[in-house]
Every structure is written in structure tokens, then in C-alpha cells.
């Protein structure tokens, strides 16, 4: 009889999935070891990179940035596929902007006098909580932050430089109509956490962990976009495999695995393979390994669903106990963006749209601009793409990004235009600002992400990213099943990297360690 290959399915064409297959194509299946199969559910390759265009402009919908270039695989990628020069524009290829309006409610220009300290203190806030300094500077004190939130840090932090500096909660009014000193500030200060909050995904800053934040590593380095798109990385990757080794539409709803069932003659014969994957579609796929790349946000709905659920991503048994309270434990979170095409009759008085950050009154107690939707007050700034682009990008995270997945785009348009209009009301502009177009990621109600990324939520721990990553079954925990065949199921993913989550540099590096796992199961490398 003869022997059938190994197959290795992965599940997930993003940028874990890819990469590992990438990986096993070339020092694997090259070497007649081992066959491989990347299913996913949706039409495209990427996951939650997606490269498009908008007003004429490369503009990314998902992943953006190459998180610092030193030593960073993707940069490396970048470079070799010249993917980092274009002659067409693209979103943020000036880099970040500098010098911003910062505007209160209602259209007050606040002085940077005012502003800088505040922003001062958040940074130096992060940069202690990140370890990247030993003191928050200016005789502030936090005491009781280990085992707390990074948002009870900066709660504190803030309480502190009042202290410090003798505030009063009672300010006279000085030169920005009914705000005094201590809301402005408060709302400045509110203003960096929403845009912190984009950064993580986490709803609320209190939702995160503390200690987590100084474990979480960047590449050193600038932060910079690439010129012909994200998309390019994973297109390059995948260009070294066969045709169909990729197949689109495929919806997973079920692995059946076998923890407990020893395997006898695993090869003879493709009904011997442990694992069975269910597809939406009616169809199955039998495997000996499969590496599982689908986001948390869908292994916790998995999780947390009922059996009768249809298209839910599940596995049959279910994952063992202590794999499901790391799951649930972790923290992952919505982050969407949203683009905006300025009207032709645009006209501040400038050349250029500025860089807008845009401080929202905070307290229930005051009185509020009623055009304002609620969905708005929590994003931080509004600013073009690049230097003299008309198209503007602002950013939203958590209950308002869901929000945003929800309204039209005639809706999104109209409160927008209104928003802005009122901050350019200030003496020496007309205050009109229109929009003709938009165009907003939706991750949060895709099926196949359910939102953007993970993070460390208190409760949580680094120790969680590392239980979710790994492969079962694990024989150390069903130790009546060390005769099992090993490597059933394994798993990739941003949130499987315990000092890279949440970016795609992360989930690459997780493809290429499950890969690495499988070619030293299969002694194709020394790893």
C-alpha cells in the first residue's frame, strides 16, 4: 500500500497563515515530506490587511504601519519586493504629521501653553508605565499601580499634577467661554486616551493591564507606511505557492480532533488523518496537522456560543479548560478608521486641511454641543492622509467604532460635516467644512475577524498569549493520551505572540514558529 503524505491545513490566509505556509512550502512540501492546504473564508488573501484606494490615494483598511524598521521582518520583505517607494500617493507617506491645531468644542484655539504640559504629562505617563523611564517627571506620584490598570495610572497621574500644582475645581473663566482651566485640561488629557486607545483596542484604558504594557516589545526605529500597500507583503508571500494550495470561500465551522485516540497506521489512508474540518459549504477536509490563524475575537466566540449556533467557529471536543479561560481572559477590541474626501468648495483660508486634534468636553456637568453625536466625542483628531491631500482620515476604537459599522454613509457625511464646521468656528474662518465622500472599515461585525486585535486586559497576563499558542494536544495535560498522534492542531496569530500582539510583524513571526514546529516534527530542519 502506498503511503500518503502528511497534510498540513491552515486555516486563515492572513498574514500568519501565509507566512506559515510560505514557510513549509519551501523547506517542506519542496522536499516531498509533507503536503500543504490553506483554507479561508473569505474572497480575498490578507486577513485584516487590506490595501485599497480612496480619492486617488493607496490608503490601507486595516494594518497601517511597520511598527519600528529596525529588525523588523516585514520592513525586510518591504525592501526586497521594493514596496516602499510609489509613484502614486499613499496613506501617511510623510510619516506621522506634526504641528497640530488643537481645538476645544465649540471652536477655541487652545494656546500651546496650555496644551503641551498636559501632553507632556500623558507621555511621560506611558513612557513610565512602558518602562521606558523610572519616574514620571515633575514630583508626580502614582502609588498602587502593579495589579492595576494602565487607565488607573493615568487617573491618577493627572490627580497628582493637580495636586501638585494647586488646582482648583472651581477655575474663573479665562478666555475660552464657559471652560475653565481644570475641564480644558481634563479634556486634553481625555483626548490622548482615546487616541492610546486606537493604539490598543481596549474600549477603556482601565480594561488594560499594567504590568503588560513594560513586556510589549517595538522594533526600534521610525514607524512608517508602505508606499505600494500592506497587501504587497502578503501577495509576495504567497506568490511561491502552487496554484489551489490557496482556497478562497472555504468557512470553517468545526475541528474535530481526537485527544484521547490513539492512531494506528496515521498514513495508510486519508480516513485515518485525526482531524476533520467542516466547512459552511456541506463539505470536509481530513488533516494530520492544522494550524489555526483565525483571530481571538473569533476563538472567543467560539467559545461563548451555543451548540445550535450555525457558521460559528468551533471545535469538537472543545478546547480544554485551561485554553479556554486564557481565551477569555485575554483582552481584543474594534479599532476602525474612517476616510473622509473634503468637498471642492473647501476653504479655511489655508492650503491645506491641518492636522486637527479636537478636545471634547468631558464631564456630564457641562453643557454640550447637541449637533455633536456621541459616537464622535471619543475619537481624537481628524488630519489629511499626507501633506496637502484631500482626503482625511480619523480614527475610532470600542463602542463608537461599533457605532460607526452601523450608520450610512449619508449620516456619517452629514454629523461629520457638522462636528467640523463647529470646531472652524472660530473668528477668522467661515466654519463651513463639507465632505462629498467616505469610506470606513468594518471589522468589528465581520464574521470572519469580529474586530481588530488583541490586548492584555487586567485579569490577563502575558502567560495567557503563550497558553493560546499552544499546540494540542499538549501531553503534559491529557497525560492518557501521550500515544495520541502530536500536533493535531496548532495555533498562529497576533494574539499567540507574547510580546508582538497586535501587529502583523507578530502574527508573521507566529506563522514562522508553528512552521519551524512542524519541519523539526518532521526533521526537515534543524530549528
Partial sequence: MVMKKARIVIIGAGMAGVTAANKLYKCGVKKGAFEVCVVEGGNRIGGRINSSEFGGDRIEMGATWIHGIEGSPIHKIAQEINSLESEQPWECMDGFLDDPITIAENGYVLNSSLVDPISNLFNNLME???????????????????????????AKGLESYWKLESRKETEEVFGYGDWNKKSLEEAI????????????????????????????????????????????????????????????????????????????????????????????????????????????????????????????????????????????????????????????????????????????????????????????????????????????????????????????????????????SSFFSHKGSNGNVKFDKVLKSQW????????????????????????????????????????SPLLQILFAGEATHRTHYSTTHGAYLSGIREANRLLQHYHCIDV
Avoid at 273 to 301: C, E, N, W, Y
Fill in 189 to 420: 488629557f481625555a483626548m490622548h486616551e482615546n487616541t492610546q486607545r486606537t493604539y490598543t483596542a481596549a474600549n477603556d484604558l482601565h480594561n488594560l493591564d499594567y504590568l503588560a504594557e513594560s513586556e510589549y516589545v517595538m522594533f526600534p526605529g521610525e514607524e512608517i507606511t508602505i508606499a505600494k500597500g500592506y497587501s504587497s507583503i502578503i501577495e509576495s508571500l504567497a506568490s511561491v505557492l502552487p496554484s489551489g494550495v490557496i482556497q478562497l470561500n472555504k468557512k470553517v465551522t468545526s475541528i474535530e480532533w481526537q485527544p484521547e485516540c490513539v492512531m494506528k497506521n496515521k498514513h495508510a489512508g486519508d480516513h485515518s488523518r485525526p482531524v476533520k474540518i467542516q466547512f459552511l459549504d456541506g463539505t470536509s477536509m481530513s488533516a494530520d496537522h492544522v494550524v489555526v490563524t483565525v483571530s481571538l475575537g473569533v476563538l472567543k466566540a467560539g467559545i461563548f456560543s451555543n451548540n445550535n449556533d450555525s457558521g460559528v467557529f468551533k471545535f469538537n471536543p472543545p478546547l480544554p479548560n485551561y485554553k479556554i479561560e486564557a481565551i477569555s481572559r485575554l483582552g481584543y477590541g474594534t479599532v476602525n478608521k474612517l476616510f473622509l474626501k473634503l468637498g471642492p468648495d473647501f476653504n479655511l483660508g489655508v492650503d491645506q486641511f491641518p492636522f486637527l486634534q479636537m478636545v471634547f468636553r468631558k464631564s456630564d456637568h457641562q453643557v454640550k454641543n447637541p449637533k455633536i453625536p456621541w459616537w464622535i466625542r471619543r475619537t481624537a483628531s481628524l488630519s489629511p492622509i499626507y501633506k496637502k491631500s484631500n482626503v482625511l482620515l480619523s480614527w475610532f476604537a470600542g463602542e463608537e467604532a461599533l457605532e460607526l459599522e452601523s450608520l450610512s454613509d449619508e449620516v456619517i457625511l452629514d454629523e461629520v460635516s457638522t462636528t467640523i
Fill in 128 to 154: 513610565f508605565a512602558q518602562g521606558k523611564r523610572e519616574t514620571i517627571g515633575d514630583g508626580i506620584e502614582v502609588d498602587h499601580v502593579n495589579g492595576s490598570s494602565v487607565g488607573y495610572l493615568l
Fill in 444 to 483: 468589528g461585525n465581520d464574521p470572519l475577524f469580529m474586530g481588530s486585535y488583541s490586548y492584555i486586559a487586567t485579569g490577563s497576563n502575558i502567560a495567557d498569549m503563550d497558553t493560546v499558542a499552544e499546540p494540542l494536544p499538549n501531553t503534559t495535560v491529557f497525560e492518557s493520551t501521550s500515544d
